[in-house]
């Protein structure tokens, strides 16, 4: 069994965040997609002319709910889940019910898929818990035929949320900027902490884009900001008991400060890219041993 593994699943889909609040998740669009009203999965679905997959491998699927929308899209005809937790996994199948959609618990660390003939594998803020990025990137893009795509949605920023200095004091600054009443509780992330909590958490959050260059061509990204919004609102209490003054205090700060387009220039939180695999990416790559694990 990998290291880094988290066996509580309840840590996940508790609290509130960031992208929970409605102004937000527009700005998140706007930058994704072009417009506040189209989401990443119907923006993808454009980008490829409303391609069908034949069948798409969804990894961490967590509770299952991001395979269901992309199905309900027609984006695959089907679907196979993996993820560590079988409290989610059985989640995920009470959920997806009459759905083509197949779940089996599996570490993703080992890199060991069930099942074949994908042409698409999604990660949905998902490889930003796994700890041999590359030795599971490689074998996504094995699996993958040469037209297949792997669709890309993670936190992409510091490795166990260690932001730098500049960043952080950023964030501070920002967060004195609101009404007292709704500021956050800025308390830096203790590493022992986290470890205990969820040893997965963004164990090498920053290799995921490096790494998928190696086997991948970017088709399209964009950056989905988040270094200074995740800081100040999530798990924010009082700002989320307050939706009445929300659009009046994201609003009040400049559009390029953090808090309304959620980024800052030194601590992109998110990233969504296509991705499509490259010939030579079948391991057999001459630069492939100097990354063994």
């Not at 034949?54 to 993996?82: H, P």
């Not at 618990?105 to 990025?133: K, M, R, S, W």
Request: aromatic fraction near 12%; charged fraction near 25%.
């Amino acid at each position: 069994m990998s290291k880094n593994l988290n066996y509580d699943s309840s840590v996940y889909y508790t609290g509130v965040y960031w992208n929970d609040y409605e102004s937000v998740r527009q700005e998140i669009n706007q930058r994704v997609a072009g417009n506040p009203n189209t989401y990443w999965h119907k923006h993808t679905l454009d980008i490829l002319g409303g391609r069908k997959f034949r069948k798409a491998l969804v990894i961490n699927y967590g509770n299952g709910w991001v395979e269901r929308d992309l199905y309900r899209l027609n984006m695959f005809a089907e679907g196979v889940g993996i993820d560590f937790s079988e409290d989610l996994l059985a989640e995920a199948r009470a959920a997806a019910g009459p759905l083509p959609l197949r779940y089996y618990p599996c570490d993703i660390n080992q890199a060991d898929f069930p099942e074949d003939g994908y042409d698409l594998v999604v990660n949905h803020a998902a490889a930003h818990h796994i700890t041999y990025v590359d030795k599971v990137f490689r074998r996504i893009a094995e699996v993958l035929p040469e037209d297949g795509y792997f669709l890309n949605w993670d936190y992409v920023g510091p490795h166990r949320n260690q932001y730098g200095l500049h960043q952080w004091l950023s964030a501070l600054r920002l967060n004195r900027r609101l009404p007292p009443h709704l500021r956050n509780r800025m308390v830096y992330p203790h590493h022992a902490t986290m470890l205990h909590q969820d040893p997965s958490e963004a164990v090498h959050s920053e290799l995921i884009r490096p790494v998928l260059r190696r086997y991948f061509h970017i088709e399209r990204e964009a950056s989905a900001g988040g270094g200074l919004a995740y800081l100040i609102l999530t798990h924010n209490h009082a700002f989320h008991q307050a939706p009445a003054e929300e659009p009046a205090v994201l609003s009040m700060a400049p559009r390029g400060s953090g808090l309304r387009l959620g980024g800052h220039r030194g601590g992109v939180r998110r990233s969504c890219g296509l991705w499509r695999r490259h010939s030579g990416a079948d391991g057999s790559h001459e630069r492939c041993p100097r990354w063994e694990d």
